[in-house]
Structures are given as structure tokens and as C-alpha cells.
Nanobody, 120 residues
């Protein structure tokens, strides 16, 4: 059993900042990639940022220079630091973790989603 718990969403004014967190717990042997996707109303889910076990990162063009992804491998937690937020960043944000369980099963797990609303 693996659980992902997200936190940190909310309402923020344009130009503001938020930090999202996603903690993985349970029967985890190792974690490779951790990342964040988002889905706005009426739109498809899209990749926001991804970080691999070696520290390499990948960002959507729309968030480059404003968002930063990081991970704490001791806490099995991934963070998304969001700065200079824009109304178009409004969406439900989902974390995803690619891991191997203690039963040697590899799978992607998803968080429950957290709402981020950017509005004045």
C-alpha cells in the first residue's frame, strides 16, 4: 500500500506565491521520478514539472523561470514552489510518483489533487 498526500493549495492573488507538497508513504523501496501535473476546467491534464532521482528536472514552457520543483528523499516528498502566479495557473494540481514497492512492483501513483486559484 502506497499513499500520496498533497497539501498547500489555495487562493492567491496574481503575482503571489504558493508551495505545494506531496508526501509518499507506505511500502516504498525506491522512488525514481516525482512530478506535478495540472488540469484546468475544460482542458486536458498537462505536465507542469518533473524531477528524477539524479536531480534532473523538466518544466513546461509556461512555468519556466517561475516554478521550481524539488524533492526530499529522506521524507519521500516532492515540492512545487510557484512564484509570480498568473490567473492561467488556476487548476487542480496533481502529484505523481514513479516508485518500486517493497514487493518489487513498479507503478505510478497519483495524489488526490489540490486546487490552486489565482485571482484578485
Amino acid at each position: 500500500q502506497v499513499q500520496l498526500v498533497e497539501s498547500g493549495g489555495g487562493l492567491v492573488q496574481p503575482g503571489g506565491s504558493l508551495r505545494l507538497s506531496c508526501a509518499a508513504s507506505g511500502s516504498i523501496f525506491s522512488i525514481s521520478a516525482m512530478g506535478w501535473y495540472r488540469q484546468a476546467p475544460g482542458k486536458q491534464r498537462e505536465l507542469v514539472a518533473m524531477i528524477i532521482s539524479g536531480g534532473g528536472t523538466n518544466y513546461a514552457d509556461s512555468v519556466k523561470g517561475r516554478f521550481a520543483i524539488s524533492r526530499d528523499d529522506v521524507k519521500n516528498t516532492v515540492y512545487l514552489h510557484m512564484n509570480s502566479l498568473k490567473p492561467e495557473d488556476t487548476a487542480v494540481y496533481y502529484c505523481t510518483v514513479d516508485l518500486t514497492t517493497t514487493d518489487w512492483a513498479e507503478a505510478d501513483y497519483w495524489g488526490q489533487g489540490t486546487q490552486v486559484t489565482v485571482s484578485s
